[in-house]
């Protein structure tokens, strides 16, 4: 009877907060915690497949989630294509040089800079100079995921 009492209280908190599925991360109590190692995909980078890109693909890990957030590696001379945005949307440099564009305006981003982009805006990133450019790309999805 201990035993199965013992069984029962460790088994409670498994039952409250959802067990996870296989490959997911844990779900605790407000929180899911990610390895981006977990979530690395190689591909063709979005919006017009210019160039090759190291995804991680972060929030796809969060149930129930209301944002994206993912870090994006542009391969030299890659691109993320101009597209038009239904939300606003943030490109972080966490390293590398880039040149964005929004409405036909183009900057230059370098590490530690960030541009806020706003919803109805056409916009893309391009990848410059000798290294990599790693970012941080993050929007509100329209609905919450499942």
């Not at 606003?88 to 530690?112: A, I, N, P, Q, W």
Request: charge should be neutral; avoid cysteine.
């Amino acid at each position: 009877m201990r035993l199965m009492l013992a069984a029962a209280l460790i088994a409670l908190p498994a039952l409250a907060y959802g067990a996870p599925p296989v490959n997911q991360p844990p779900i605790l109590p407000g929180m899911v915690v990610i390895d981006e190692k977990d979530t690395i995909v190689e591909q063709p980078t979005p919006h017009g497949n210019i160039g090759m890109s190291t995804a991680y693909r972060i929030s796809d890990k969060a149930p129930q989630r209301a944002m994206e957030f993912r870090k994006r590696i542009l391969h030299k001379g890659s691109a993320i294509g101009i597209h038009p945005i239904e939300h606003d949307e943030v490109y972080y440099v966490v390293s590398g040089t880039g040149l964005v564009e929004s409405d036909g305006v183009t900057k230059t981003l370098t590490t530690g800079m960030t541009a806020y982009l706003y919803e109805g805006a056409k916009v893309g990133i391009k990848q410059v100079g000798d290294e990599p450019l790693s970012l941080i790309v993050s929007y509100p999805l329209k609905e919450r995921t499942k």
